[in-house]
């Protein structure tokens, strides 16, 4: 902490994190705001995940507090999305296609996958949308499967649980699935791989309404 910083009181702490995250426009680590408000990383954390239950309680905010494993973001309110497109001339751009939010929610109920995994799931190849969605840095390569070939392994990002206003793939909404390897596809024996029916899955990842451009700020 800078030896020039007035040290704040419990109140001016929530403040002071509101206008730090308000200003940042993006993730700020629990790390980066101990260090600025003189708190162990572990104090800031329990700090901001108290501060967001009663931030988020309101419904008269037009913005929300979102708490991540390591980091917090301020984020608009998904309703209000359509008025703040209308405001700062957005035409295009914040939903993503049928095909996206199939293969994100085969990934995000079995990560981590292999494309070869998810065009079985799909029954169409599905490289197209996989190379889409990481540059989108929705979902990202983890490693490799150790099998013939070495393909790479993808998983849900950070930012994806923004963008739908998720803290964990634990939030997602329940689903109940059988569990068993892809036919053709070596599984690790401590990875239970379910396998989704028709567009199960895909409907109850629609549920958290995605913006792929959820508005930060």
Known sequence: MDNNLQKLNSKDIESAIEAILFAAGHPVTYEKLGEVLDLFESQVKSKVKD???KYNSDPKRGIMLLTFEESCQLCTKEQYIPYIKEALGIRKGGNLSN????????????????????????????????????????????GRLDVPGRPNIYR???TFLRCFG????????????????A?????????????PEGNQSKELLEQ??????????
């Open 51 to 53: 501060f967001a239950q």
């Open 156 to 158: 849900t990002t950070p």
């Open 99 to 142: 095909s996206s939010l199939e293969v994100l929610a085969i990934i995000a109920y079995n990560e981590p996958v292999t494309r070869a995994f998810i065009d079985t799931v799909r029954k169409v190849d599905s490289a197209y949308v996989v190379n889409s969605l990481c540059e989108k840095n929705l979902i990202e390569a983890c």
């Open 166 to 181: 998720i803290e964990s793939l634990e939030q997602l909404p329940y689903i109940d699935l059988p569990r068993a390897p």
């Open 183 to 195: 036919e053709g596809e070596i599984i690790p024996l401590d990875i239970e791989i379910p396998i």
């Open 208 to 217: 958290l309404v995605p913006n792929e451009e959820n508005t930060e700020n």
